[in-house]
């Protein structure tokens, strides 16, 4: 479940990738090859540890240091946001759930 959850949390870079008109594929590849490589047990090499930071670079179409670049987000806004919009769609699964557990009788023939 945490997969694909995390799966579906990249359509927000894919489609602003596609709607900048770059190659969407490519540029998300790269950027979960970075995160991949920051996230590694036993990281030593301090340049992988900032891959942590990275981020898609749109104008440019590339991957790059955000932090270096001067893009600071505040993380307490994302998890909010990630936070509301689970409790979202928990609630509309549980709305769906309860709807399949009462279907109407079908009705007898006239």
């Not at 990281?43 to 893009?71: M, P, Q, S, T, W």
Request: charged share 25%.
């Amino acid at each position: 479940a945490i997969a694909e959850f995390a799966e579906a949390l990249t359509v927000i870079p894919k489609t602003l990738a596609v709607n900048a008109a770059q190659d969407a594929t490519e540029l998300l590849a790269r950027l979960r090859a970075h995160h991949a490589s920051a996230q590694s047990g036993g990281v030593v090499d301090e340049k992988k540890r900032d891959y942590k930071f990275y981020g898609l670079d749109l104008i440019n179409g590339k991957v790059r240091n955000n932090l270096e670049a001067g893009v600071v987000e505040p993380a307490m806004n994302k998890i909010k946001a990630l936070r509301f919009a689970t409790e979202a769609a928990v609630t509309i699964l549980r709305i769906d759930d309860v709807i399949k557990l009462h279907p109407e009788p079908e009705q007898q023939g006239e």
